[in-house]
């Protein structure tokens, strides 16, 4: 059967830029030729970043384009091994249990066999992405690592070393394809080295005003072309600011839109104080930019854009 062939690894750099692009991700070189080599070496790839930067979102891309599916842990603090990898089934054990007794079955052995089987196995994501898929090995996605215990951490390392997870009752359970792999951070805390080693890194910064800008309409194309570009200097001023936390791509997209609802052409004071909480989700950001703040900073933005032109 002739493989589709939206579903091939990229053969380059400018390929893997292609297949970011096609999934309406706007990617850097840098980018691109870290995920190559991930794809292509068959190692995990390691995302670090502030949070709506759009990490997430490329293992998103990776599933879409290369028609794969998506399987995705989200990290938690207190996530265990039964959350991740997986769980009996201890109700309908019980009830076999109770079946076998009532029927007078008197092999405890085969009994035992039988209930620690793959029918009463509840596979959580772990295991789901080492098992075989028609249209390919799957994207895995770990997200937001560093909101784990370094217990967890730990036991990630098997898993990404040999993409195996072993079950005592079963044995273990090996990848015949290894998953494609990709895990973010919010660097909330460090990772550790040992973890760190079996990946390649890419740290995923905040775009420059140009790529934001494409960004912007390419995901928000109903915005007016004026004031995607005051929305994207705006944001990008307000990240020089002292703030707890600055606005992420996300949070621009977000802004872009909600503009774009309220039908407004162009940013002025009351408009920008109005729809603050879109960009910022702290009272003391919202804050620091009360009184005439707002004011300055669009003085700041329209000088630069005339400086541009």
């Not at 891309?61 to 265990?80: F, H, K, N, P, S």
């Not at 772990?126 to 730990?154: K, M, Y």
């Not at 195996?164 to 460090?190: F, L």
Request: proline content about 4%; some cysteine; aromatic content about 6%.
């Amino acid at each position: 059967m002739k493989q589709d062939k939206a579903k091939i690894l990229p053969a380059s750099i400018d390929a893997t830029l292609e297949l970011l692009a096609a999934g309406d991700y706007v990617g850097d070189r840098s980018l691109a030729t870290v995920l190559f080599l991930a794809l292509k070496m068959g190692r995990p790839l390691f995302l670090e970043g502030e949070a709506g930067v759009g990490k997430t979102e490329i293992a998103k891309v990776l599933a879409g384009t290369l028609g794969r599916r998506l399987i995705r842990l989200q990290c938690y603090e207190g996530l265990d091994i039964s959350a991740a990898v997986y769980e009996w089934n201890y109700a309908a054990q019980m009830i076999a249990i109770r079946l076998a007794e009532a029927e007078g079955a008197g092999d405890r052995e085969r009994l035992e066999h039988d209930i620690f089987s793959e029918r009463f196995l509840i596979k959580r994501p772990l295991l789901q992405a080492l098992e075989p898929d028609p249209a390919g090995a799957p994207v895995l996605l770990i997200d937001e690592l560093d909101r784990t215990d370094e217990a967890f951490e730990a036991f990630l390392l098997e898993v990404l070393a040999d993409f195996q997870v072993t079950i005592p009752e079963m044995g273990t359970v090996r990848a015949a394809h290894p998953p494609i792999v990709v895990i973010t951070s919010n660097r909330t805390r460090e990772i550790h080295d040992a973890l760190k080693r079996r990946c390649l890194y890419h740290w995923v910064g905040y775009p420059n005003a140009e790529r934001e800008l494409q960004i912007v309409r390419t995901k928000v194309p109903g915005v007016a072309k004026k004031l995607s570009t005051e929305i994207v200097h705006f944001v990008q001023r307000l990240r020089r600011e002292d703030l707890f936390k600055s606005p992420g791509v996300a949070e621009t997209l977000d802004w872009a839109s909600a503009l774009a609802e309220l039908d407004v052409v162009a940013l002025d004071p009351a408009t920008v104080s109005d729809t603050l909480g879109v960009m910022l989700k702290y009272q003391d950001d919202i804050a620091r930019l009360d009184g005439g703040k707002v004011q300055d900073i669009l003085n700041d933005v329209r000088a630069e854009m005339r400086a541009a032109e």
